[in-house]
């Protein structure tokens, strides 16, 4: 049974850090690529990073180019999204998913394999 955990979400003030994991079972970790969403309330999930397979590629979203990082250990079976400079509109539930493919990175929903539950992360002004 494929199991996917986040954790580390929670409230922090504009211009604060946070840092996402996810811990990953039940699957073989370093065949995936992995990628994080948000979903805020009253829109529809959006891709916000990936890592690909080899962890020789990433892709950000426009919106958090530059502040976020995506990272993988797969040694630890954990992918980890480092959240710097952050803003309200960064305020959502965030997603991990695991995405089966050899090469690359993909930013769209249907393409991820398998999903974790979300953690909520709240950017107050």
């Known amino acids: 049974q494929v199991q996917l955990v986040e954790s580390g979400g929670g409230l922090v003030q504009a211009g604060g850090s946070l840092r996402l994991s996810c811990g990953a079972s039940g699957l073989t970790f370093s065949l995936y690529a992995w990628g994080w969403f948000r979903r805020a309330p009253g829109k529809q999930r959006e891709f916000v990073a990936a890592t690909s397979s080899l962890g020789d590629s990433t892709y950000y979203s426009d919106s958090v180019k530059g502040r976020f990082t995506i990272s993988r250990d797969n040694a630890k079976n954990t992918v980890v999204l480092q959240m710097n400079s952050l803003k309200p509109d960064d305020t959502a539930v965030y997603y991990c998913?695991?995405?089966?493919?050899?090469?690359?990175?993909?930013?769209?929903?249907?393409?991820?394999?398998?999903w974790g539950q979300g953690t909520q992360v709240t950017v107050s002004s």
């Open positions: 998913a695991a995405d089966l493919r050899a090469f690359g990175t993909s930013s769209k929903n249907g393409d991820y394999d398998y």
